[in-house]
């Protein structure tokens, strides 16, 4: 799917049981850790990085 590592949210403390991991390339894709056996969701990677910029910006 994508040959990108998974990496976990940086606003998910390291013993927190409900996480949110993502792997960016082309398509960035979001999973939850609690359920890895289903599939993740995907972003067009200028569509994350708009997403991610409106955090980060107190947009949203």
């Known amino acids: 799917m994508n040959g990108n590592c998974w990496h976990k ?3 998910s403390g390291n013993n927190e049981p409900d996480c949110v991991e ?3 390339g082309s398509l ?3 999973r939850d850790t609690q359920n890895r056996h289903l599939d993740p969701l995907p972003f ?3 569509e994350w990085d708009a ?3 409106a955090v980060k ?3 949203l």
Do not use: I, K, W
Request: charge should be negative; glycine fraction near 6%.
């Open 9 to 11: 949210s940086s606003y």
């Open 22 to 24: 993502v792997a960016e």
């Open 28 to 30: 960035t894709l979001v």
């Open 44 to 46: 067009p990677a200028r």
């Open 51 to 53: 997403f991610l910029q």
């Open 57 to 59: 910006g107190d947009e």
